[in-house]
Each structure stands twice: as C-alpha cells, then as structure tokens.
C-alpha cells in the first residue's frame, strides 16, 4: 500500500486549504461577493510579485498569458528578440512566429544560462528590437536565466520590453519586479501559488503599457487594456474560473501568513538538499553551472533510460517525477521543489531513489544521499 506523492514541476500537491476551497459552493461572477474575493487575489498576486505593477488573471494555463504578452507588445513585423535554451524558450520562438514577429533567437545549449553580454550585444546589432523574451527557470532543463543583469540591460533601451515567463520562478526565486525592471512577468496557478492548473497571470510595467498603446496586432481574448480595466472593478472580461479565484484567495492568504520570503526559502533548501544528494550519489545534475530553485534536473546514470527511474518511483513508491521532455526524455528526470513540498518529502524521495539506483545495480552507497541532505538542513537551520 502506498499514497500518492506528486514531484513534478506542474502541476504540484494542492495545499490542503485550496482543496477545501474548491469544495464551497459555487458564487456568481457579477456580485460584490466575487469582486470582493477577486480584488483580494489581484492585491495577493501584487504582493506575491512583489511588484506595484498592474497584475492581470486570465483564465487559462500559463501559455495564455505568454500569447497575450506577444500579442499585446508586438505587431506584424516588429523585430522580437527570444533567448531559447529548452522547451519553453522555444515555445517564446513559437509563438513571435506564429504571429508574424520577425524573430531573432539567441539558441543556448540545453541545459546552460545566457550570458547577459550575448543579449546586450544582440540588441546592440539589432537597436529597434520591442521585446525580448525569456525564461527565469527553464523547466525542461533545470536551469534559470539572470533576469536581473537583463532587466538592467533592457532596461537602458525605452522601445525594448523584457518579458519573463516567471510560470516556475514566481514564488521560488527573489523576482522584485520593478526593482530589477521586468516589464510583463508570466505566471500560472499550477506551481508554487500550490492551485490546480486554470489560471495565468502577467505583471505589467508602465514602460509595457506604453508600449502596448502602440501595438497593432489583433487580440481578442488575450487584450491586456481590456482586462486592466475589468480587473480595476474587481471583474474579468470573460467568465472567470471562478472556484479557482476563490481557492487562489485560500492560497495567497496561507502565503501571506508564511512569508513570501519563507515560501522562496523553503524552495531554496530542498533544493540545494536535492543538488547535495544527487551529487553524494554520484549522478550529474544537468544544468550544472546556473541551477533553478524550482526543480532539479539529474542525468540518469549512464546506460540508464530515466524512464526506468521514473516508472521505478511510480511503480514502487505511488511517487511522480518527470521525464525529460523532447530530445531529453530518457536522459534525464526533474524533481520539484516549489510550492507544497517540505524537507521531509524531499529527504524521503531521496531515500526512494538510493533504492531504486540499487535495485539498477548502480554503485550508490545507501544513505550517502540522505546523509549530503541532511547536511545541508543543518547547515541552512543552524
């Protein structure tokens, strides 16, 4: 007999609230009931961004309010700027394209960060370019971008927009906002805000709006100018997943009560708990030099498929972790650390995958992983 154990970066484990959230009757989206409880997420999502910037809620995943910050800030033929180093760079690639962007991307291997210096210089060849799109945490590879040097850089150029798809950095890494310039920050609800998937977010600065004034692109359901406005009366433009606002209420208030500082630091031990043990075990951590707090990618043993280890946790344990996902799938498999995990989940899958390398006939002394995380929580509580 087992439970369930979910470990991937999306969606996470519920808080236990939210579930109880959901459960409530439902309320209708046109009564000040609802425009109470959606005026307490938006200024709960201000406070989670850590920003005094209009935050808009779309109902939809994360990839709704990526199309919508392409839509918003680029027309047909404006030159877009993407830093592409795994899936989700490339879905930037995918989507300036499908709508008629003349795109430049900046391809970084896998696993690996951009250089800031790289971006600087693009935009110095390219001066007219209105956007640059990018991730904080790449989550197929396990590695996150300096979203700060690249704030200050974009930040120098006052036709140029930085967009971060923050879907797996909100709420995991320091992000303030408008400190570091970041013009439209993306996020969804299936991460560390510890929701089900339905709902997107997107910060916008002043220095966006300006410049989405501007845009002639077609938009509908994705119009930013729009739902500023409806947002203002504590509404959405379209039906809303209402019992979704109503648990993000749940969530947000446990994060306030937490500490949006607490919530980051947590992701930070399991995580650097994770990279100690994986190393302890001797297995290489797939984005070595620049590590996501948000999950850690760990390159299956040599002539190891990773998907024997993840059928191994699900088979053995009743415990999810993903594959790689494209041309990785079968080199590597990511453990989560944001949102609802604690150090005892964490050191307890660490334990899982000791006996999994063993039942591989891996040379792993058992307890070596444990021992390198129990390590680093002392360090870290001390």
């Known amino acids: 007999m087992f439970k369930e154990r979910l470990f991937t970066p999306g969606p ?30 938006l200024d709960g999502l201000r406070y989670m961004y850590n920003t005094e910037n209009d935050v808009l809620c779309f109902t939809a995943s994360g990839s709704g309010a990526m199309e919508g910050a392409v839509v918003n800030l680029l027309s047909p033929g404006d030159k877009a700027l993407v830093v592409s180093a795994g899936k989700f760079g490339e879905r930037w690639t995918g989507l300036c394209k499908a709508f008629g962007a003349n795109t430049n991307v900046l391809s970084i291997p896998y696993g690996q ?15 007219d370019t209105r956007a640059v799109f990018v991730q904080y945490s790449e989550s197929s590879t ?42 439209v920050v993306v996020a969804g609800s299936q991460k560390a805000l510890m929701l089900p998937p339905g709902l997107a977010f997107a910060s916008v600065s002043q220095k966006a709006w300006e410049l989405i004034e501007t845009t002639r692109s077609s938009k509908f359901y994705f119009d930013y100018r729009k739902e500023r406005k409806s947002n203002a009366k504590g509404e959405s433009s379209y039906t809303p997943a209402i019992t979704l606002i109503v648990a993000a209420r749940e969530a947000i208030r446990h994060i306030r009560s937490l500490g949006r500082d607490q919530l980051i630091a947590n992701a930070g031990l399991l995580a650097e708990a994770t990279r100690g043990a994986a190393k302890a075990l001797g297995l290489r951590l797939f984005a070595e030099s620049s590590p996501s707090d ?35 799938k079968g080199q590597l498999f990511r453990i989560a650390h944001l949102g609802y995990y604690d150090f005892t989940d964490t050191v307890a899958l660490i334990a899982l ?20 995380a129990q390590k680093v929580y002392l360090a870290r509580s001390s």
């Open 113 to 127: 960060a951009a250089n800031p210096r790289d971006v600087a210089a693009e935009l110095d060849k390219h001066p």
């Open 353 to 372: 995958l000791e006996i999994i390398l063993k039942r591989l006939n891996i040379p792993v002394e058992l307890g070596a992983g444990v021992t390198a």
């Open 12 to 41: 996470t484990q519920l808080l236990p609230g939210v579930q109880t959230a959901m459960a409530q009757p439902i309320v209708h989206h046109r009564t000040e009931e609802f425009r109470s409880i959606f005026r307490e997420v």
């Open 294 to 328: 948000a999950l850690t990618a760990i390159c299956a043993p040599s002539g190891v498929d990773s998907g024997t280890i993840v059928k191994a946790f699900k088979k053995e344990f009743g415990a999810t972790v993903a594959n790689g996902q494209g041309e990785m």
């Open 142 to 183: 396990g590695a996150r971008h300096d979203v700060k040097a690249l704030g200050e850089i974009v930040h120098r150029r006052p036709k140029t927009a930085l967009v971060v798809d923050a879907i797996t950095g909100l709420g995991v890494m320091e992000m303030p906002v408008d400190e570091w310039h970041l013009d």
